[in-house]
């Protein structure tokens, strides 16, 4: 192995360290835990060698977000491929997404809540934020219904989640009621 092959294996180490570390401080103690100067004492390097990896808090939230775009996709990928038909594919990805959101907040708020510099539903939107929105448009294309343009039918869908999601998490929702939800919204919207 070449001496530039090492530091670029030790430059991607640090990063993903980097990465690793922001989202555990944000997931222990909320996002406003997050700066620099913590995460390079928490990491054991000067605040330069974060830079040289991050102009700054901005660009490390959107680390995490593509991060979480590629777990999110898998956890919808898993649970739908598990599913026996379009009614319980459309099922199984509602409870996916809620249980990624509810399970990683600092994660969903980096994908969808915070500023992390990156672009959304354009040309030059990162690929990981497009496979997620695929993962959820596989499924749902095949209950959109007739006429029904299917990426438009899942933003209306993933927009519905989003909302469940905030609100539940807020506290805005009796518990009790997550599973009345997920039906309702599958029953109302999707075409099965």
Do not use: C
């Not at 092959?5 to 993903?16: G, L, M, P, T």
């Not at 999110?72 to 009614?87: E, M, N």
């Not at 969903?108 to 497009?130: C, M, S």
């Not at 990426?151 to 805005?172: D, N, Y």
């Amino acid at each position: 192995m070449s001496v530039q092959e090492r530091k670029q294996r030790e430059r991607a180490s640090r990063e993903r360290l980097i990465v690793a570390t922001a989202r555990e401080l944000a997931e222990q103690q909320g996002w406003d835990a997050v700066t620099t100067r913590r995460l390079a004492e928490r990491i054991e390097y000067s605040q330069p060698v974060l830079y040289s990896h991050f102009r700054g808090k901005r660009e490390i939230i959107g680390a995490v977000a593509l991060q979480g775009a590629a777990e999110l996709a898998t956890a919808v990928r898993a649970a739908t491929s598990a599913a026996d038909g379009p009614r319980a594919r459309v099922t199984a990805l509602a409870h996916a997404y809620l249980d990624f959101a509810a399970h990683n907040p600092a994660v969903y708020d980096a994908l969808f809540q915070l500023d992390g510099g990156l672009a959304y539903a354009q040309e030059d939107t990162p690929e990981p934020l497009k496979d997620a929105f695929a993962a959820l448009l596989e499924s749902l294309a095949e209950v959109a219904g007739d006429g029904v343009e299917p990426g438009l039918f899942t933003e209306v869908f993933w927009a519905s989640l989003h909302g469940l999601a905030t609100l539940t998490r807020a506290g805005r929702l009796l518990p009790e009621d997550a599973e009345p939800r997920v039906e309702l919204l599958v029953d109302r919207l999707a075409v099965v």
